[in-house]
């Protein structure tokens, strides 16, 4: 038989996939999903039950949430990356490991074909297929979705035909949940002009009196909350639990899809907006100006590059040594308050704190200089503009 792998999530796209494939095309199909942090031991259970119902010869469930932590999200820190200064990549950035997770279990059971269940109107087509050809272009891809254009009824239609009954009426409200956020779509999403309703969001507010808690980073990476350690991933987990339960981290995300049309989703991510502005806060105190002018830029282009689907670029690697050289100073503990949908940032304390009060105290006392020093930096610093204005006669 002709043996294929398919990246399964055990929804209706996935499920007809599955069906569809093995019975109508005759393929050995091979069930892979991929957890980076979305889903629970039951819900991987259940995938399971369901990919076998559909005639799978296996299913196989990788647990990447480290991975994907080390290869993307850890980057998406040191950059303190928010796409159109909004969206922290969530979901987005997950379908690059996702797809190279996938790329490479079938290159080890020997997969002539991969498959995916993405339409032909969205980003992660263009994700999934440009890392399979690069990686793997000796294996062919299939999209029974994409290129048969099915509509959500035919495919119900033709589960129940093969006596598949379960139920696949769509949710009010489509979620996709990781280790880095949860995106949330719907009817208003579609709109340019309708919010997102209270009970859209997973996550409600239970909590309404301030917390107080302390990050403490190492060379850029949250590594310790209220003093105890544990490994980033397992701390942007606990953090997520904390600051979702006052509702933190909503918002709608609005940008142009790599197929070139705009696109709107609603998010919730509690403990990415929280490590990101603590990180940028603590940045600003122990970096110099001009490594956070040119880390603004670079981290600017790692994020598009990565949610266009050009992660394996080389070009994503230099800057990554970039962002991580960047860090080996950001170290220290961040100061902030947990509120009712919002959070503030009290301050940092850090060795490498370059608000070093031994060379004076802004506005108020210059310790390292005299007045004439600064006298002559000024009138140096105004050369340029002197020089113009005398040439050109303007004022």
């Known amino acids: 038989m002709k043996k294929l792998v398919l990246a399964y999530s055990g929804g209706l796209d996935t499920s007809y996939c599955a069906k569809y494939l093995s019975k109508e095309e005759g393929y050995e199909v091979h069930a892979v999903s991929v957890n980076t942090g979305g889903f629970s031991a039951d819900e991987i259970k259940t995938m399971e039950e369901k990919a076998y119902q559909m005639g799978v010869t296996s299913y196989v469930s990788i647990d990447a949430l480290t991975t994907f932590y080390q290869k993307v999200v850890k980057y998406l820190i040191f950059g303190n990356i928010l796409k159109n200064n909004t969206y922290p990549l969530s979901v987005s950035a997950e379908r ?74 769509k949710a009010k409200y489509s979620i996709n949940k990781g280790l880095w956020g949860t995106s949330v779509g719907g009817s208003e999403t579609l709109t340019s002009h309708s919010s997102l309703p209270e009970e859209a969001y997973p996550s409600q507010l239970e909590a309404s009196e301030p917390k107080k808690v302390t ?120 100061f902030v308050t947990l509120l009712p949908y919002r959070f503030e940032l009290n301050g940092i304390a850090s060795k490498h704190d370059l608000m070093n009060a031994s060379f004076g105290s802004y506005g108020e006392m210059n310790k390292g200089w005299t007045a004439d020093d600064a ?6 610093t105004a050369n340029q503009n002197k020089i113009y204005y005398h040439v050109n006669g303007e004022s």
């Not at 263009?126 to 099915?150: G, N, S, Y």
């Not at 987990?237 to 709107?264: C, F, P, W």
């Not at 790692?302 to 970039?322: V, W």
């Not at 006298?375 to 140096?380: A, D, V, Y």
């Open 96 to 169: 690059i490991v996702q797809a190279i997770e996938i790329i490479n279990h079938a290159k080890k059971i020997g997969a002539q074909y991969i498959a995916h269940g993405s339409t032909g109107a969205g980003n992660d087509q263009v994700r999934f297929d440009m890392i399979f050809q690069i990686l793997a272009p000796e294996i062919e891809i299939i999209t029974p979705i994409r290129d048969l254009k099915l509509a959500r009824e035919e495919e119900i239609e033709y589960l129940k035909e093969n006596g598949i009954h379960m139920n696949w009426e």
């Open 215 to 334: 990050l403490s980073f190492t060379k850029g990476e949250l590594t310790a909350i209220d003093g105890e350690s544990n490994s980033p991933e397992k701390n942007i987990q606990i953090l997520n639990e904390m600051a979702s339960k006052y509702a933190i981290g909503r918002d709608i995300h609005v940008g142009d899809t790599i197929i070139g049309i705009k696109g709107r989703v609603g998010f919730e991510a509690a403990a990415p907006i929280v490590i990101i502005k603590a990180h940028h806060l603590l940045e600003k105190h122990v970096l110099t100006k001009w490594q956070q002018h040119h880390k603004e830029y670079l981290a600017n282009w790692y994020g598009m590059l990565l949610h266009e689907g050009q992660y394996l670029d080389e070009a994503l690697r230099n800057m990554e040594a970039f962002l991580t050289d960047s860090q080996k100073n950001v170290s220290g503990d961040v």
């Open 375 to 380: 006298k002559g930096f000024i009138k140096l």
